[in-house]
Nanobody
Framework: QVQLVESGGGLVQAGESLRLSCAAS????????MTWHRQPLGKQRELVAT???????NYEDSVKGRFTISRDNARLMTYLQMNSLKPEDTAVYYC???????????????????WGQGTQVTVSS
């Protein structure tokens, strides 16, 4: 089965940086859009950044100029470089991907949306 696993979260001080990683695995044919979301305690999950298969990116306004999303298609990974972190960036960060995957020895492919388990980012002042 397809799965996504995040890593790289931790505790940092304001102004410091973190780099999150998300690795996809399974019987994957291709990965379309990949995204990072975050969910602060007691608040709704929100979209932070998106990167298409071809490398086009979009960012939530509050992270523009500070965060950079990237991907490595050969390694089936996406990254979120977070610079100049602020206390308000504190949240659980989730990787998401739209994945085309194969089932058995067939040319038929299925498409589904997958989420990672999340990684905690805490920024202290």
């Amino acid at each position: 089965q397809v799965q996504l696993v995040e890593s790289g979260g931790g505790l940092v001080q304001a102004g410091e940086s973190l780099r999150l990683s998300c690795a996809a695995s399974g019987n994957i044919y291709s990965i379309n859009d990949m995204t990072w979301h975050r969910q602060p305690l007691g608040k709704q999950r929100e979209l932070v950044a998106t990167i298409s298969r071809g490398g086009r990116t979009n960012y939530e306004d509050s992270v523009k100029g500070r965060f950079t999303i990237s991907r490595d298609n050969a390694r089936l990974m996406t990254y979120l470089q977070m610079n100049s972190l602020k206390p308000e960036d504190t949240a659980v960060y989730y990787c998401n991907a739209e994945i085309d995957f194969t089932v058995g020895a067939s040319n038929h492919r299925w498409r589904a949306d997958y989420w990672g388990q999340g990684t905690q980012v805490t920024v202290s002042s």
